[in-house]
């Protein structure tokens, strides 16, 4: 019996590891830096910084609301679009496609969005042939924000995608049976019995929404500052491991927040 | 006729794969009647209550709703309802917003619907659920759920896709007279859908019996029980034995090498034809008495009676139910009257079947 029992253990072994070595120690050295400051001295100075100067809290609310923008769009975009592909004959087909961009790395991405909507790009080519003026494009909060939705809507699709396939049939039949119409159909059933997966979708979407430094400054011409910049910026360029840590817990502790807000709780009985 | 609710004329249904579902199938539901389609797994029950529903497009022939043709109305604006297999109840609501759930899609108000919804939930005697979740109830608290929130818009037709299927054998019973009761209560036509033979006939006004998308036999339980009109009725309704024989001339049919005076008539002399007996219709007696000698194989105690399997000399199997045991291996006779056999030609049309019962009985 105590054989097994340890052997049993042993196949945790590998995930416990793993866990420990790439979750928690970088989690706790993180927590660990944000208590020094640039000397190497103890000090709860970062966090006065951080919630006493004015910068870093309007760069949480601007991160906060680009991420909440971009997010929002994508969910607008993902549901209907989730909602077609899984009405499609071969839909397995089309999600593969949807997934595919996210194979090809987030930098080659950006530099084709640079290609097309730089100055003489494509999307301008386009307008000039339709007698538009040419726009500035790039380096704009609308391109940033188009272009992190669009890189953002494949996560955004597949739990919205495998929540609708999970819907059997004689729900829709018993919907329509009861005499609603597509439309109620949709707000009344469809969508709420999606709405574990428009969760996760938002779970994977926003966190990551809020320090997408690259594209901030590869798109957004680093006007935006949002705290993925900060956190790169104090790391690489003034050697502020502290601080950067210390904007990298609050990065923590609001993805914490989000998990908790959309966390599917299990159903008990309403009062 | 001035009271049918439903006609199908002539419907058939091919799916896109080129399968034929439905072949020509017509019959009329008149209002307030209950009315089973019985038959086999994959016989095209389901279908025919999806064209009705209008959640399948038939390929071709009619269905006409109260006289007007519904073909093309779309499901939701048909005026019946159903419940499903899986009773399909919403697990995003509790029971009162499942059973409300067709209300406030037609924007009645808020006071109608409480007193519809309590009036329905009284009706399958769950009024004291209304806050449960779907999760909370019982299977046969679902299956009631899923009853009432079909008949709070007041359709004149309910159709029910084998709705006890999931229940335990007690429940089973149980439901069967709940629903046969809530059925002449509340005076609308039900259409029921069942591969269970004792349902079947324990419920209906009228029994359709199909089989590969065709319908073979209409009647009353009675009638379909004691004049199915082809072996695969005769075996599908209830326990048969069934011999081939040849009907000698009206009146007199001819198996195992004797000859007996039956109740049947209206064919070809010399005709090949299968004689059907009940079980329960066949008595033991003495080997010298009976009409047929049989040499018993297995008896089983089934509770209210004995089951006794028997072979007789051209090694038939016979299924008699008796009251009382007989020693296994014995020989044993078996008796029988004219009116306990019933004599069924070989691809007889149900036309021509009925036209030809109606010729000699009475
Ligand atoms: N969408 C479809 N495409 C092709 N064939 C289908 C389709 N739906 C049903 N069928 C076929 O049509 C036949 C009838 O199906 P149906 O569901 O009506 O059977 P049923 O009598 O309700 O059976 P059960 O008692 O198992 O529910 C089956 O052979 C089935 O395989
Ligand atoms: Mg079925």
């Known amino acids: ?271 | 006729m001035s009271n049918t609710i439903i006609e199908l004329k002539n419907v058939y249904k091919t799916f896109d794969d080129g399968f034929t579902a439905l072949k020509d199938i017509s019959f009329t539901l008149n209002q307030g009647e209950f009315y089973t389609l019985l038959g086999p797994s994959g016989c095209g029950k389901t279908t025919i209550l999806q064209s009705i529903a209008g959640f399948t497009e038939v390929t071709s022939g009619e269905v006409l709703f109260d006289g007007k043709r519904i073909n093309d109305i779309p499901a939701n604006k048909r005026q019946l309802n159903t419940v499903f297999q899986d009773y399909a109840l919403f697990p995003n609501m509790n029971v009162f917003q499942n059973v409300a759930f067709g209300l406030v899609v037609h924007n009645v108000n808020k006071d109608e619907i409480d007193q519809r919804v309590h009036d329905a939930l009284k009706l399958v005697q769950l009024e004291a659920y209304a806050n449960r979740e779907i999760s909370e109830l019982s299977g046969g608290q679902q299956q009631r759920i899923a009853i009432a929130r079909a008949i709070v818009n007041r359709p004149k037709v309910l159709l029910l896709d084998e709705p006890l299927s999931a229940l335990d054998a007690k429940l089973r019973k149980d439901m069967q007279y709940e629903l046969r009761e809530l059925q002449q209560q509340l005076g609308i036509t039900f259409l029921f859908v069942t591969h269970d033979q004792e349902e079947a006939l324990a419920m209906s006004d009228e029994i359709f019996v199909m089989n590969k998308g065709q319908i073979l036999q209409k009647g009353d339980p009675v009638d379909i029980y004691d004049e199915p009109i082809n072996h695969f009725v005769a075996d599908f309704i209830g326990e048969s034995n069934i011999i081939p024989g040849k009907m000698i001339a009206d009146y007199q049919v001819a198996f195992l090498g004797h000859q007996f005076e039956c109740a049947d008539a209206g064919m070809r002399p010399n005709e090949p034809v299968e004689v059907v007996i009940r079980p329960e219709d066949l008595v033991i007696t003495t080997p010298q008495k009976g009409k047929i000698q049989v040499k018993v194989d297995t008896q089983l105690f089934r509770g209210d009676y004995y089951e006794i399997l028997a072979y007789d000399d051209q090694h038939n199997e016979w299924l008699i139910h008796s009251t009382n045991a007989t020693k296994d291996n014995a020989v044993v006779g078996l008796a029988f009257g004219p009116t306990d056999m019933h004599v069924m030609r070989y691809n007889e049309s149900e036309t021509k079947f009925n036209s030809r019962l109606e010729s000699y009985e009475d």
Do not use: C
């Open chain 1, 1 to 271: 019996m105590a054989m097994k029992k340890s052997y049993k253990g042993l196949f945790y072994a590998p995930y416990l590891l793993w866990l420990a070595l790439f979750v928690i120690a970088p989690v706790a050295l993180i927590i660990y830096y944000s208590f020094f400051d640039i000397h190497h001295q103890f000090t709860l100075r970062n966090y006065q910084d951080f919630f006493e100067s004015g910068t870093y809290l309007t760069m949480t609310a601007n991160s906060v609301l680009y991420a909440f923008l971009i997010t929002l769009i994508s969910i607008l975009i993902s549901y209907p679009m989730a909602l077609v592909i899984s009405r499609l004959q071969h839909r397995n087909l089309w999600i593969l496609l949807v997934i595919l961009p996210t194979w090809i790395n987030l930098l080659l991405k950006a530099y084709a969005f640079i290609g097309l909507l730089s100055r003489d790009g494509l999307v301008n080519s386009l307008f000039s042939f339709f007698g538009i003026p040419a726009q500035q494009m790039l380096f704009t909060d609308t391109s940033f924000i188009l272009v992190a939705a669009y890189i953002q809507i494949p996560f955004m699709i597949l739990p919205i995608y495998n929540s609708l396939t999970d819907i059997s049939d004689s729900y829709l039949r018993a919907s329509s049976d009861l005499g609603a119409t597509k439309w109620q159909t949709l707000t009344k059933i469809i969508i709420p019995m999606t709405m574990p997966g428009i969760k996760s979708g938002i779970q994977i979407v926003f966190i990551p929404s809020l320090s997408l430094f690259m594209l901030s400054r590869l798109i957004g011409g680093n006007k935006i500052i949002t705290l993925g910049t900060a956190v790169e910026e104090h790391f690489l360029t003034t050697m502020n491991w502290g601080m950067g840590s210390t904007i990298g817990v609050v990065l923590i502790v609001s993805m914490v927040v989000v998990m908790l807000f959309t966390s599917t709780k299990r159903k008990g009985r309403r009062a």
